[in-house]
Every structure is written in structure tokens, then in C-alpha cells.
T-cell receptor, first 116, second 110 residues
Framework: GAVVSQHPSWVICKSGTSVKIECRSLDFQATTMFWYRQFPKQSLMLMATSNEGSKATYEQGVEKDKFLINHASLTLSTLTVTSAHPEDSSFYIC????????????FGSGTRLTVV | GQNIDQPTEMTATEGAIVQINCTYQTSGFNGLFWYQQHAGEAPTFLSYNVLDGLEEKGRFSSFLSRSKGYSYLLLKELQMKDSASYLCAVRDYAGNMLTFGGGTRLMVKP
């Protein structure tokens, strides 16, 4: 079956530093990947849609200069949280788009980011 | 835009049946998904409905009525491990983006 690997699974960083989260599709090619953020006891909120070889499309209210997304290949998308602040502490989840597997969406295992 | 509503919390007894409802008002529709999510983990796929009717898969069933903008997830023979959040998500007309409801936290008690 389809597998999406997300790394790291958890990270603690200091305020003002940057953190990179990787999302890889291991056994299929993903033209489109999605990045979500989830705060405690809340649902997944779409941050941006990442398309291979082009600029990401950000949802309203998401700062594209703060959350840098790169989708340089068909198997890898990265999310970099720049100048992290404590309010950026959250659970970040990626999802890869591939029709025919789970009806088109396979999720990574998530990254717990804590900014201190 | 998309507006997807689910109850915030539900409690049920082990061995019983529980129905989790989801209503949606969306600018486009191309399928509805149900996911299960345990705390600190990624969502796992449960079911997908694009046509009206009931889809059954073991202890889990999902129903869709497109004219009413309504779906439910039915869980039978509840087990303690079913305690989790259940997320309803609607795919847009272009068939690309998923929008999630707020999720329903289900607690199964002995």
C-alpha cells in the first residue's frame, strides 16, 4: 500500500529559529501534497497545497513567508517554519495525493512541533 | 466556501452502536470521507461515499444523502479501542482539496 513518511516525528526548537519538516511518498509519485496544522482538540486545518515544480497555494490567513513550502520532486515536499514562535507549536501533518490509493489521500504520521 | 458540522463529543458503551452525524454546506462536492484519528497520530481512512446510500465495511458503515448535505458514520459492536476522534471531510468539486469538519471525540465506556 501507499506510504508517506514524515520526518521528524517531533521537534523542540527555540524561539526565532527555523525548523524543516519533510514529507516523502515512498512507493508512489505525488504531484500534489497538502500541509495541515492541528491544534489540540481541534480538527485539521489546511495550510497550503504543494504542487511539484510550482509555487504552493496558501490558504487565507497562512503567511507564506513564514511557512515556506518546497516541492522539488515527485516524492518530496518540505515545510519550513521560519522564525518560530511559541504560538507555532502544533501538530503538522502532510498528505500526498494519489488517485486509487485510499481514494486519493495518504497521510504522513505527523510532526509535533514545540517552540520554547 | 465550505461549512462542515459534527458534534464535538459523544459517549457510548462498549458493545453498543453509535451514529456520528455530519452535515455540510459546500460550494462544490466530489465525495465525503470519514477518518479515525487517535491522539497524536495521523488520520486513518475509514470510508468514502460519493453516491447516495450506505457503504458497509465490517463494523463500520457510512451513509450519504447529497440532497440533504448529510452523512453519518455508524459504528457497531463498539470496542474500547474505538475511543478516538472521527473526522468528516468533503472533497471539492475539482476533486483535489479536502476540507475537514471539527471532528467528533468518541469515548467508549465499559
Amino acid at each position: 500500500g501507499a506510504v508517506v513518511s514524515q520526518h521528524p516525528s517531533w521537534v523542540i526548537c527555540k524561539s526565532g529559529t527555523s525548523v524543516k519538516i519533510e514529507c516523502r511518498s515512498l512507493d508512489f509519485q505525488a504531484t500534489t501534497m497538502f500541509w495541515y496544522r492541528q491544534f489540540p482538540k481541534q480538527s485539521l486545518m489546511l495550510m497550503a497545497t504543494s504542487n511539484e515544480g510550482s509555487k504552493a497555494t496558501y490558504e487565507q490567513g497562512v503567511e507564506k513567508d513564514k511557512f515556506l513550502i518546497n516541492h522539488a520532486s515527485l516524492t518530496l515536499s518540505t515545510l519550513t517554519v521560519t522564525s518560530a514562535h511559541p504560538e507555532d507549536s502544533s501538530f503538522y501533518i502532510c498528505s500526498a495525493r494519489d488517485e486509487g490509493i485510499n481514494y486519493g489521500y495518504t497521510f504522513g504520521s505527523g510532526t509535533r512541533l514545540t517552540v520554547v | 466556501g465550505q461549512n462542515i458540522d459534527q458534534p464535538t463529543e459523544m459517549t457510548a458503551t462498549e458493545g453498543a452502536i453509535v451514529q456520528i452525524n455530519c452535515t455540510y454546506q459546500t460550494s462544490g462536492f466530489n465525495g465525503l470521507f470519514w477518518y479515525q484519528q487517535h491522539a497524536g497520530e495521523a488520520p486513518t481512512f475509514l470510508s468514502y461515499n460519493v453516491l447516495d446510500g450506505l457503504e458497509e465495511k465490517g463494523r463500520f458503515s457510512s451513509f450519504l444523502s447529497r440532497s440533504k448535505g448529510y452523512s453519518y458514520l455508524l459504528l457497531k459492536e463498539l470496542q474500547m479501542k474505538d475511543s478516538a476522534s472521527y473526522l468528516c471531510a468533503v472533497r471539492d468539486y475539482a476533486g483535489n482539496m479536502l476540507t475537514f469538519g471539527g471532528g467528533t471525540r468518541l469515548m467508549v465506556k465499559p
